[in-house]
């Protein structure tokens, strides 16, 4: 008897493939220039570096709450308080390791093999793994320029079905858009009515340049919120991110995060108490991040690259290639060999015109992406 194993579904990570290549190169002696991975260059502010080695010392290192330690959820809580104004119970509040543990809780909790998973095409392409690991369907919403690559509720009356759980980023990996609060209130009232749920993934909400990006949770307290530290405080090791949710899942997710985490990083945890208060640091990272992409765009835009739409957050950049007439795939490969320049194909974030689409990733020194770009262009002009 053959078995199908649940891991043949899942599709490659092309970014890290990509990235796994040029270290090779780069252990064979060659300068590569890394615009593919949406990793932080930034260390880790240092105030909570030393909380945690606060801790190690002090012996804090053992299990914590299933969901997360109480004085981090009260935090968290106030954080809400502070900067969008609005009261979240601590209570509905989760730690999980990682944004990441948070999906595979919800994915375990609210979907299966009925109930299928809603994802925008282009989109973050870890959200359908998630699905496919508790054998539930995804339907892929394709967005385009038109609808400034938001999913609208338009989009969700041309289904043949709805989705239980849609899932949105806002900003957006890999366009970097800033969804609209009369998109998301629409979808979620929509998504409400019908009895479906509604995610906002809200990673790199920290990360915006010229327009506010606040949270879904001021909509509705039926919509659930996915955050994180990694982005926004370079701590993507430290494998600590939290969700709100509404108060009818609170004890779902408890049964299978008990089962599955048994509780997220204790030592994360515990830095994380100073992470809300390092915000000089958190804005000096921000305005880096906003000097590159104004840096880039200009510089793409210049080469020939399409930018359907200027990135208002996160630190990529979507670029269409249709001038050169080679498929994304073949162009990133190229780059890398004969450019020593790094970038992500389409095909990581769907298959909507995943040819004809690029992503970079500005999350690199400014001297190290106006490198770069000289080569691009370089490299461009044999094509």
Request: proline content about 5%; hydrophobic content about 40%.
């Amino acid at each position: 008897m053959k078995v199908t194993k649940r891991s043949d579904k899942i599709t490659p990570f092309y970014v890290m493939e990509l990235l796994e290549k040029a270290k090779a190169l780069e252990a064979r002696g060659k300068n590569i220039v890394h615009m593919e991975v949406g990793e932080p260059d930034f260390t880790t502010p240092e105030a909570i570096k030393e909380k945690a080695i606060e801790a190690i010392k002090e012996n804090r290192t053992l299990y914590t709450h299933s969901l997360g330690m109480p004085v981090l959820r009260d935090k968290i809580s106030e954080y809400y308080y502070e900067t969008e104004g609005i009261h979240v119970s601590p209570e509905r509040i989760v730690i999980t390791s990682g944004t990441s543990g948070a999906f595979l809780l919800l994915s375990a909790v609210l979907l299966d093999r009925g109930n299928p998973l809603g994802i925008s095409d282009p989109g973050y392409p870890c959200y359908r793994n998630f699905a496919l690991l508790v054998n539930s369907p995804i339907i892929s919403v394709p967005v385009s320029e038109e609808t400034g690559f938001e999913v609208t509720v338009d989009h969700l009356r041309c289904l043949k079905k709805l989705p239980n759980v849609l899932i949105v980023s806002t900003p957006s990996n890999p366009t970097g858009i800033v969804y609209r609060e009369e998109t998301l209130h629409e979808l979620c009232m929509f998504l409400s009515e019908k009895g479906k749920v509604l995610v906002s993934d809200e990673i790199y909400k920290g990360l915006t340049y010229g327009k506010k990006s606040g949270t879904a949770l001021a909509l509705s307290e039926n919509i659930v919120v996915i955050n994180g530290f990694s982005k926004t405080h370079a701590m993507t090791g430290w494998r600590l991110g939290w969700m709100v949710v509404p108060q009818t899942l609170i004890r779902p997710v408890q049964k299978v995060a008990q089962n599955v985490f048994i509780s997220p990083p204790t030592i994360s945890q515990h830095a994380a108490l100073c992470a809300f208060d390092v915000k000089d640091e958190l804005e000096e990272m921000r305005k880096t991040y906003k000097a590159r992409r104004d840096f880039m765009l200009p510089q793409l835009k210049q080469m020939g690259f399409h930018i359907p739409v200027d990135p208002e957050g996160a630190f990529y950049i979507y670029a269409n290639i249709n001038k050169w007439g080679i498929d994304s795939m073949e162009f990133v490969e190229r780059a890398l060999n004969e450019a020593k320049v790094a970038i992500t194909p389409g095909y990581d974030f769907g298959t909507y015109k995943a040819g004809s689409h690029i992503r970079f990733s500005y999350a690199n020194s400014i001297e190290m992406l106006q490198e770069g770009c000289k080569r691009l262009e370089t490299w461009l002009q044999t094509l």
